[in-house]
């Protein structure tokens, strides 16, 4: 196996072969939108760290959606922002919530969005943590997940297509499922944050969801860039409480826990492009230093590669168009 006989190139030199022999794709149904939806606000607001994205207000919710679905792309997944925050977190799991509202008010407008929703309690609570606190300041477990299932529910109740998990308490999943499924939700599927990691590149979404955390940080509960043992369990636990879609987040840094979920199990796996992934190809393109269009087309394809069916991205619609172009 050796030079002059094998040459490489000879499979690269002809663009009608690479396009033949093309073996990762990327299309607009593999694309999940993320949008934050603002109780209170009266006009959508740019989110200033995260150029082209928007705050919206209920009333006009549904146009970034029907404006997604003009450019091919079907599904959504739903942050909202309450008015008033408090230690419960309770209009997390009001079923007349922000995001409840936003689904019945998009359901309205957008009949076929498939609408998924974040559940997480951490843009609900005053003190900005993903769980309950307890009086010393620690995270309460057991009961949060309690919470968490009862968001799940709520939105289920108000329309969504699937819930998403992100807060990573332990035991989340097996308790939304038990009790959607008390509920009648049966066939309403989980898509879990499975692998989250405590992550600065979720610097621009704490802007866009009002989430940081008041005090301390969310090292207890997300995990640690630094372990990468811990996934698979994390993997397995969530599929055998009854996950149907494991996700990994962020996601270009991540993509060695894509491949790994990939090559461990069948059933669909999502990775997220979070906020600071996006806002930085948006910032380095602004100046001019790298070519957006190229390099968010790779970023996603490499995402692809590494074995995810989904992908969660604020490049969403834009990218749907590119993908059109590249077409005709
Ligand atoms: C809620 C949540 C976060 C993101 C998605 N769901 C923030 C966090 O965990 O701190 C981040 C998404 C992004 O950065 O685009 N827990």
Redesign the pocket.
Known sequence: MSFPVHRPRRLRIDSRLRGMIQEVSLFAKNLIY?LFVVDGLAEPREIQAMPGQKQWPLAKIHEPVADAMRKGVGAFIL?GVPVSKDGQGSQAYDENGIVCRALRHIREHCPQAYLIT?V?L?AYTDHGH?GFLNSAGVIENDSSIQALASMALAHASAGADMVAP??MMDGRIGAIRALLDLNGFTDLPIMS?SA?YASA??G???EA?G?APGKGD?CGY?MDFRVARDALPEFELDLEEGADILMVKPGLAYLDMVKLARDNFSCPIAV?Q???EYSMIKAAAEKGWVNERAVVLESLYAMRRAGADLILSYFAPQVAEWLKEDQS
Do not use: L
């Open positions: 993320p942050f974040d997480c951490c993903c992100s807060d944050y989250k590149f979720y621009p979404f704490r969801a989430s969310r997300q997220y979070v906020s600071g």
